[in-house]
């Protein structure tokens, strides 16, 4: 038996703008995705994926030496996505290093395990395309290029540990990981608005405004650098309220305060694609019940939801 295992994410910073080499601060979760394989005697790939409560969301089958699909999903445009997928990750294997990806005439049962909601948009897909990459030891970052797309800040959390800076150079990932540890973690809380957000759709529109950005780049990332060292909650806001116009702006939405929050004692910041999913708030042990009396019934702490390991190193692909 083989066993991968990926985080999810979140992106605190440099929404949208890390797809033009903003430099985003990102924030792997201790909620993640495994993916294990087993040989099995007839010659096909069985796959199975379970969600956080063990309940069967996709099933498929596929024919191991070229993944023909043999029985789809209910959803056969997941079943074809999938389908792509590994499709994708045979052609990035080099033909001359060998690989574990697939094992002579034997099947596989494929396993896939989720520790949140797939609603919650931590990375179902980006853990997904991580576990697969480190199954056939290919680049996750070619993969995702060649599949969904993106800035790929989400396979770097997929696979560190700690919070990270990513900026794309050149079009090629820079990762470093910092000591993002505030002191003030336990007045910061993340929401979940009770909607998924389609971020490749995000990103299409945000394409779409074809908005002149020379400049706000450079701002974007040194707000992402002060959010590294700010050292109290009001810095912090403050950082919040300024990036929060600045992509408001950028999109021509509100922002999540002037939204739906503007009662909100707190600030309230949104993470990634703006309209679903989580966002951030500063507050206190009220917070919670605020956003419960409001319908969101999902508030986690800073603490419960982030990893933070203090090893640091930096990775240039570029």
């Known amino acids: 038996m083989q066993q991968y295992y990926s985080n999810g994410k979140l992106l605190l910073t440099a929404e949208y703008l890390v797809l033009d080499g903003a430099k985003a601060l990102a924030l792997p979760t201790q909620y993640g995705q495994d993916l294990i394989i087993e040989k099995i005697e007839t010659p096909k790939l069985i796959w199975k994926s379970f969600d956080n409560e063990n ?12 993944f023909e699909i043999i029985i789809p999903d209910n959803d056969i445009q997941a079943t074809k996505t999938l389908q792509n997928i590994l499709k994708k990750a045979q052609k990035l294997i080099p033909i001359a290093i060998g690989t574990n990806f697939l094992n002579g005439n034997n099947g596989l049962y494929i ?5 949140f909601p797939r609603n919650w948009g931590l990375g179902t897909s980006s853990t997904l395309i991580n576990n ?6 290919i680049n996750a970052f070619e993969l995702l290029k060649n599949s969904f797309g993106g800035s ?8 560190y540990n700690s919070p990270i800076f990513y900026q794309l150079i050149n079009e090629k990932p820079k990762i470093e990981t910092i000591d993002f540890n505030p002191s003030f973690k336990d007045q910061l809380y993340f929401v979940h608005l009770n909607k998924k957000q389609n971020s490749r759709d995000s990103i299409k529109k945000y394409r779409k ?4 950005i020379e400049g706000i780049t450079d701002e974007i990332t040194k707000l992402s650098d002060n959010f590294l060292t700010a050292n109290n909650i009001t810095s912090f806001i403050y950082l919040m309220i ?3 116009r600045i992509i408001a702006s950028l999109i021509y939405e509100k922002t999540i305060q002037k939204a739906l929050f503007s009662d909100y004692f707190g600030q309230t910041k949104s993470l990634g694609a703006w309209g679903g999913d989580f966002i951030l708030a500063t507050g206190n042990k009220d917070t919670p019940a605020y956003f419960k009396n409001k319908g ?14 203090q090893l640091l190193k930096t990775t240039d692909f570029s």
């Not at 396993?111 to 520790?115: I, Q």
């Not at 405004?209 to 002149?212: A, K, Y």
Request: with cysteine; net charge negative.
């Open 55 to 66: 309940k069967i969301w996709f099933e498929a089958e596929f024919n191991i030496n070229d």
């Open 111 to 115: 396993k896939t395990n989720l520790t």
């Open 132 to 137: 697969i990459a480190k199954w056939a030891n």
């Open 152 to 159: 790929g800040y989400d396979i770097a959390c997929a696979e």
């Open 209 to 212: 405004l074809n908005q002149n």
């Open 242 to 244: 300024e990036h929060e």
């Open 296 to 309: 969101f019934r999902t508030v986690i702490p800073y603490k419960n939801m982030i990893y933070n390991s």
